[in-house]
């Protein structure tokens, strides 16, 4: 079955009334002409049933039905000179049906080409409707449905009186089946939520109203025709027994006979049950199989769609049946009849109520005598004989014959004498009482209520995803269990991280009728972090999700105006695990350009984490040229700890965000400050770098470095490059790794490290960005305590890198910041940072009286407040300072005190930054 998604239906039960039954009419024998035009079910009871002056017509061809009480089908055949459809004479298979009807025969007017069957494709026997069916097999299993046959569209249907249909979800008979039987009168059913266009196989069997009693493991014809029994089973296939009698094929064991044999037998009065596994953990049958082996078989046998009898039970096993009916109903199967092996006195048959009670189901006895030879009890007790075996045998009959729920009894006649009921070719004592009883119809319609169980649905899962930066695609795969059980499955999909970013309807997922594993493609227009889940409702309104998996596509910003655009580039991300992610640049570069992050926010306090670039990226543009476009990175946790209460992996507690900046490799300047970018060649763990800059500064810059390397699956530890001894002319990196792994002599790893150095001052871009660099000496007396960094001034929006820029103490140690968007005001006049060091460090930890004295360099870039592009850049003079040089707009010099001039544009010079500003 393959179907688009719905939107969930409601829940509710089948809708199965049977029409109103038939009046009733009983006559000893037919002597007149008789015309039967109302709905009535017509006995006859003689073994005579016609004088040569009686007739019946049968003009009511719907409902009306002739039943002969004394006479089998095969003699129920002589009579049919005597009867008439409709005028025309009746003819068995040509336009009437004679089967069995308790100990006598039933004559239904159907012909050859009769169609018990109609499916509608709406409730109550509305929409299109088809009844194109037969009572034919495929392979012993149920049939598939056409799509003329409205496979997947099926909402409701009718059943004519003597049929039975097994409808299934799946293809061939599989997933959720259940049987619905028109024994009495035609039935009328609006199919549950949980099948309602969802049935793709069926399978039509014709109905048999046998008696209770049969004999069990003996299909032969004399030794059932002496008991007059109209049912039978072997410990196999059976055989055909004629049109007086249905033969159950019996499945004995895993796999004989199998399913599909089972379901194939086609005998003149084929059975629509199957008896199932024979009394499997009794340990003194010749093949004992557990309760796995049987369920793991289940389904095979469900794929029949004959109706299923419990494995049978034996001494003791009420408790392995009950814990089969629970894995069964666990998994919403089907098991429509409970199997009970009786060798008990006549009071432990009172028991059987218990049984029914918990099953759940009505009951087949298909092993019975008055008491157990192994037990000498009943029967088989000392001096017992044949009359009072009889007479305790039928006072057990009369019981099971007044219990509704006991279906069917089969009598087990292979014990040793006094409980025989057929020995030596003739009938004993207790066997003509037997064969004289009239134990009633077995099957109950009030009785045999049972609906399997609505079946398990589970959560999709295993949700993954993986991100192609250069064909902008996000790929996400996961499993689903339900196959045809869901109405629906869509994908959720959150963009942003704030508290305010909510999940959100993204695309509908065409539903498949098996368990299966999907994939989806996002193509990704716009940088972001974005979170997915994928959401399915069940037939039974359930709401189910998988795990939430995450892409950050972030994008950079550009600084910098006109021949300066794009050199410079920065942003911030948040990251929540060691998954990486990816960053577009804003504007691509011709070389690979340097990447530094500075330093990771202070939420997750008990994991030490470090920034890494795992790669650069090129992508071709229009012209066929390659140039670089997004590079790919993550946050990475040391992993040596000596502390339990230090994290070596991200928790889902909180976000941790850091901030970036991607520099044009080279010399350059950003507004009035010049900047150094560049990549190391590869070198090693534990190995100090010198950097020597291509142009000195005129004092020592700032500098932030950043690895460039990949977590590998053997070498799972970063490498942090620590910027020390900072001059005008270079610096010097080394490449720290955590004391433990430095002990236990792990493998160097080998990498690069991109760095960027900045000198120090504030400069405004040009474009609406204040770049701020500046350097302190901070004294650090703990490992936990933040340290207050001072802007110096209010900065708007600002996004904040620190490093260290000395070694003072030579141990490996991080920075962690106190974002600022997350804990101050827009204008911010500082942050705060603090010192994490190595748990596995043989240095001496920060104390009041041996603080640890470093200095730290930070760069913030912000809004610049005084910067408006409605004007050309036109600045508003709202609480603007006075003192500075004052231009007029065509350069002539006017004094430093813009409140003493009237209204209009100037040009305002102030520490090296020229602006335009409006006077009002």
């Not at 003819?91 to 006598?104: E, L």
């Not at 004399?222 to 033969?247: H, M, P, V």
């Not at 010749?286 to 289940?298: A, G, M, S």
Request: charged share 20%; proline share 3%.
């Amino acid at each position: 079955m393959k179907r688009l998604s719905t939107l969930a239906l409601s829940l509710m039960a089948a809708c199965m009334p049977a029409l109103a039954d038939n009046t009733t009419q009983s006559v000893s024998q037919v002597t007149s002409a008789v015309t039967l035009d109302k709905d009535v079910d017509y006995h006859v009871t003689s073994a005579t049933p016609f004088t040569t002056t009686g007739s019946i017509n049968l003009t009511n061809t719907d409902h009306a039905v002739i039943i002969l009480d004394a006479l089998k089908p095969s003699l129920a055949l002589n009579q049919l000179a005597f009867i008439t459809i409709n005028g025309e004479q009746a003819v068995n298979g040509k336009n009437c049906q004679v089967k069995i009807y308790n100990r006598g025969a039933i004559i239904m007017p159907y012909g050859a080409d009769f169609k018990p069957l109609t499916v509608y494709t709406e409730p109550n026997f509305k929409g299109e409707s088809c009844n194109n069916f037969n009572t034919g097999n495929s392979g012993g299993f149920m049939q598939t449905l056409s799509k003329d046959q409205l496979n997947n569209r099926i909402k409701s249907f009718r059943l004519k009186r003597g049929y039975m249909v097994t409808f299934a979800l799946k293809e061939g008979g599989r997933g959720y089946s259940r049987c619905f039987v028109a024994d009495k009168a035609d039935i009328e059913v609006n199919l549950p939520a949980l099948m309602r266009n969802r049935i793709s196989s069926y399978r039509l069997f014709k109905w048999n109203d046998v008696s209770k009693a049969g004999l069990a493991n003996d299909t032969r014809g004399e030794s059932n025709d002496a008991l007059n029994t109209q049912w039978c089973y072997s410990f196999g296939l059976g055989e055909n027994t004629g049109i007086d009698r249905e033969c159950v094929p019996h499945h004995i064991y895993e796999d004989w006979p199998n399913a599909a044999a089972c379901g194939s037998v086609n005998y003149a009065t084929s059975s629509p049950n199957m008896k199932t596994n024979n009394e499997p953990r009794n340990t003194a049958d010749d093949r004992p199989q557990t309760l796995d082996e049987i369920l793991n078989n289940w389904e095979s046998l469900m794929r029949t769609g004959q109706r299923l009898c419990t494995p049978s039970s034996w001494d003791g096993s009420s408790g392995f049946n009950q814990q089969f009916l629970d894995s069964i109903d666990a998994r919403g199967w089907r098991c429509d009849i409970l199997d009970i092996h009786s060798y008990w006195a006549t009071g432990s048959f009172y028991s059987l109520n218990g049984l029914y009670q918990n099953a759940r189901r009505p009951i087949w006895v298909t092993e019975w005598c008055w008491g157990a030879s192994w037990n000498n009890n009943g029967a088989f007790a000392n001096g017992v004989t044949e009359a009072q075996n009889a007479d305790n045998v039928m006072n057990i009959c009369n019981l099971m014959n007044s219990w509704d729920y006991v279906e069917r009894y089969a009598y087990w006649n292979s014990e040793r004498d006094p409980s025989r009921i057929y020995k030596n070719g003739a009938l004993t004592e207790c066997g003509k009482r037997y064969a004289a009883m009239n134990p009633g119809l077995g099957y109950n319609s009030k009785v045999a209520t049972y609906v399997p169980s609505n079946p398990r649905t589970y959560s999709p899962y295993n949700l993954e995803l993986s991100f192609r930066p250069d064909k902008s695609i996000a790929t996400l795969t996961w499993g689903e269990k339900n196959g045809e059980l869901n109405d629906s499955m869509w994908i959720e999909r959150k963009v942003g991280t704030d508290r305010n970013a909510a999940f959100e309807y993204y695309k509908n997922v065409d539903l498949t009728e098996d368990a299966s594993s999907y994939t989806f493609r996002d193509t990704v227009t716009t940088s972001g972090y974005y979170t997915y889940r994928v959401a399915i409702r069940t037939f039974n309104n359930r709401l189910l999700y998988t795990n939430e998996v995450t892409n950050s596509i972030d994008g950079t910003t550009s600084v910098g105006k006109d021949e300066q655009h794009g050199a410079l580039q920065y942003g911030t991300v948040t990251t929540g695990s060691s998954k990486e992610g990816y960053l577009y640049f804003d504007n691509t570069f011709d070389e690979q350009p340097a990447i530094v992050f500075g330093s990771l926010s202070n939420r997750t306090s008990s994991m030490m984490p470090m920034e890494r670039v795992s790669n650069v990226y090129t992508t071709k543009t229009a012209t066929d040229e390659r140039v670089y476009s997004f590079f790919r990175y993550s946050v990475y946790p040391f992993n040596q700890t000596k502390s339990t209460s230090m994290k070596t992996d991200f928790y889902n507690d909180y976000t941790d965000y850091t901030s970036y900046i991607v520099a044009k490799a080279g010399t350059g300047k950003i507004g009035n400050l010049s900047y150094e970018a560049g990549i190391s060649n590869n070198c090693s763990a534990d190995d100090t770098v010198s950097v020597a800059f291509t142009e000195a500064f005129a004092e020592a810059p700032v500098v932030l470095a950043t690895p460039i390397m990949a977590i590998s699956s053997t070498e799972r530890y970063p490498v942090l490059p620590r910027v020390f001894d900072v001059t005008a002319k270079g610096c010097k990196v080394v490449l720290q790794r955590q004391q433990a792994l430095i002990d236990k002599k792990e493998l160097r790893r080998t990498l690069k490290f991109s760095y960027v150095a900045i000198e120090k001052g504030q400069t405004n871009d040009g474009n609406g960005k204040l770049i701020t660099v500046k350097d302190t000496t901070m004294s650090f007396n703990s490992k936990v305590t933040l340290k207050d960094v001072s802007f110096g001034e209010k900065l708007e929006e600002a996004t904040f890198l620190v490093q260290m820029q000395t070694l003072n103490t030579p141990a490996l140690a991080v920075l962690r910041t106190r974002p600022v968007s997350l804990y101050q005001d827009a204008d911010s006049v500082g942050t705060r940072v603090r010192l994490q060091i190595d748990d596995t460090s043989k240095a001496k930890a920060p104390t009041n009286k041996a603080p640890w004295e470093e200095r730290i360099g930070w760069v913030a870039i912000s809004k610049d407040s005084k910067f408006v592009t409605a004007i050309k850049g036109v600045t508003d003079n709202k609480d603007y300072d006075t003192r500075r040089v004052v231009y007029t707009i065509n350069g002539v010099m006017t004094g430093k005190d813009l409140n003493q001039l009237p209204a209009g544009i100037y040009i305002v010079k102030e520490n090296g930054v020229t602006r335009k500003v409006m006077k009002k």
